[in-house]
Structure formats: C-alpha cells, structure tokens
C-alpha cells in the first residue's frame, strides 16, 4: 500500500469558518501561496456558491496554484456543483467536493429523508460532478456517527459512480482513536472497489482528539488527511497540519512521508494567525511560543547539557531559531550561567552564587528576567564584558 500521505488543506475553507476571521481574495491568495510551497497536495479553496465573494476567491486560486489540486466544495445539489465547476473552470488540477450526511441524526432530523435517498443522492451528486472534472471527492458528513455497514453502502455507491476520493468526516470531533480507526478499516475491508479510491480523514477537535484520530485513520488505510494551519475551524478547530506532519516525520517506523518542506511550518503558522487575526495559543505544540521554551530548572539544565534531553524536534525542523531559555524563579544556576554567556558576561564561581541570590529575589518581584534585568544583575563586576 502506498505510504505517501496526501495532505488536504482547508485553511481557506473550513478554517475561514472561524467566526471574525472570514478572508477577502487577496487575502486567500497570500495564503494559498504559502500553502503552495509550502508542499500541501490539495488547497480546498472556498465554498463557490455561498456568496459572489467566495465564488471569485475559489476562481482567482484556480488560475494562480499550478503545483496543488485547487478544490472547492458543494452540496448534493446540481447548482452548487455547477457553481463549483464554474469557478474552477481554469484550474490545472481541479477537484469538486461534493456530499451530503449519512449519520441518522443528520439523515432524519436534518436533511428529512430516507437511507435509500441517501444512497440515491450520493450517486447523483457524484456522477453529476464526473460531467465536470475526473477528480471528484464524495464526503460523508457526520460519518464518524454513523452505522459502519450503511456507511460502507453509501461510500460504495460514490466509489461505483466515480468517486476519486471518499471523505469520512468526524464532523462533530465524536469519535476515540480508535472508535475512528476500526471505521476506516471496516470501509478498506468491506468496500467493493475500494482500492480505485483515497480514502480520506476530515477530523474536528470538539473532544481534543482531532489529531489522534487522524493518525489512526492513517494507520488503518487512509492516505488523505484534511487539516488546517493551526488548527483553525468550526467549533473547537480541525486536524492540525503541523501535528500530523511532524508526528510522522518524528515517528519514523510508521514509515509514512508527505510533502511538506517542515521548515516552513512555523512562518506559514505566523502568516495564518496575523491575517486571520487569530493568535495561536502559547502551549500550542509545534508552532506555539512556548514549544521551544524552557522555564523549569530541571529542563533547562537537561536541555543545556544535551537538547534531546526535553526536545523530540529541533526548532529548525519547523522554522524555528533556537530553543529559548526563559529566567524566572523556577530556573537554577546552570541556566543563568547560560543566559549571562549569551549576552558576553562569564563569571566565577562564587560571583555565581552571589548573583544567582539576588536574580531569585528579582524573579520572585517582576516574574521573568530579560537581558536588561540581567546586566543590572552584574553591573558591579567590572571585568564583565556585557
């Protein structure tokens, strides 16, 4: 089986979703540049026929991305998937998104219909969409909820009608890893024709288990993973593209690779959060500010003595400068030394220890001691070249 990951971003669609942080075309188009290079297989441009602006976003992005398949999505509905072709019309390599519900909370309460119109709808919308483009992706809303053998009915039928990829979203982020893994091998195992198609993961983070699911999807068949930068999206978020990519890239024997250049996760990371408007939270893993940092005296003396010691990724794999070692009332001895020789200042032994008792003292008053704190610290040894 094929151990080359796809990569799916939905920054631009699903991540857009975010409430306040909605992006005008130029907008989109910065981004889905940085998305370009930075490797993502597939940019899922918009929702063409929500509004005239989403329509010209998706449209521009199909005239501009030549390395990526430029998507964009629609309904079971022939005008959306009409809209959709439309605005794609000049893309190199397009893909329409097309599906419906299939969970019996969406089936009976929202969409009000039968499991056999469901199936009718699946082949419907995807044939339609064949008449458009060859790459055509059928997803099941709200999959993670749903009965695996009715699910294994429906994604037949969009296989059978010409289906390129099958999404099996956990659209409310229901799903434990391993709940969502077994349904994914159920449909590898039990789906007719299943091997003409990618199967893909669409994982949201309600539950905080977004990521894991996806990586259990991976190991149980799927080679497409949908994810944002950062985690944005509905609700609590989706997958998040810099997890999935560095946990593969970190745990080498599941022996899976994508194409993303690793290095450009953290600046795309930064690109997103200040276009979108939206910080990225401090302990967020991979890209946030304090991933790299260290505060506790036990770490930042393993760390100094030996990175590996608390860091599983270098900070260059993803576009990061350097670890950093922050100065509060936790840190030791061995961590002042370090920050002091970084801004020229050595000292003996004993003006260690001298210093290091009023750095405490100053730590426990103003919470984290910077380079300015540090050279006042050492203001009276006139040999210090600081």
């Not at 259990?216 to 497409?224: D, E, V």
């Not at 998040?240 to 890239?249: A, K, N, P, T, Y």
């Amino acid at each position: 089986m094929n151990n080359r990951i796809q990569i799916f971003d939905t920054t631009l669609r699903d991540g857009e979703q975010v409430p306040g942080c909605g992006l005008n075309k130029n907008e989109k188009i910065t981004i889905a540049k940085a998305l370009e290079e930075l490797g993502v297989d597939v940019i899922e441009a918009g929702f063409p026929i929500s509004s005239p602006g989403d329509f010209e976003s998706v449209k521009a992005l199909a005239e501009i991305i030549k390395d990526a398949t430029v998507c964009g999505l629609s309904r079971a509905v022939k005008k959306d998937i009409e809209c959709a072709a439309e605005a794609l019309k000049k893309a190199k390599r397009p893909r329409i998104h097309t599906g419906l519900g299939t969970s019996d909370q969406h089936v009976f309460t929202k969409l009000k219909i039968t499991r056999e119109e469901v199936i009718e709808r699946a082949k419907a919308c995807v044939s339609y969409a064949k008449k458009f483009v060859e790459d055509v992706e059928f997803y099941a809303e709200d999959a993670g909820r749903t009965d695996n053998e009715f699910l294994a009915r429906v994604i037949e039928t969009a296989v059978q009608a010409g289906a390129t990829v099958v999404n099996i979203p956990d659209t409310t982020g229901y799903c434990l890893p391993e709940e969502y893994g077994q349904k994914i091998k159920y449909l590898a195992d039990n789906v007719k024709g299943i091997e003409k198609a990618t199967i893909s993961t669409h994982c949201h983070n309600d539950l905080g288990l977004s990521t894991a699911n996806s990586i259990a999807g991976i190991q149980n068949g799927a080679r497409q993973v949908e994810c944002t930068i950062n985690g944005v999206g509905e609700r609590a978020g989706n997958t998040s593209l810099e997890e999935v990519v560095m946990i593969l890239r970190k745990h080498k024997w599941l022996k899976f690779e994508t194409g993303i250049n690793s290095k450009m996760l953290y600046p795309v990371s930064q690109l997103v959060s200040d276009t979108m408007n939206m910080p990225v939270q401090p302990n967020k893993a991979i890209v946030g500010a304090n991933a790299f940092a260290h505060s506790s005296g036990i770490h930042q003396d393993g760390v100094i003595k030996n990175r590996d010691n608390y860091e599983i990724i270098d900070p260059a794999e993803v576009g990061v400068n350097k670890s950093s070692i922050i100065l509060t009332a936790r840190s030791g001895r061995a961590a002042l030394n370090f920050r002091l020789g970084q801004i020229g200042v050595h000292l003996g032994k004993d003006e260690l220890e001298e210093t290091y008792g009023r750095f405490l003292k100053m730590a426990d008053e103003i919470n984290v001691v910077n380079d300015p704190e540090l050279r006042e610290l050492v203001e009276g040894y006139t040999h210090v070249n600081a």
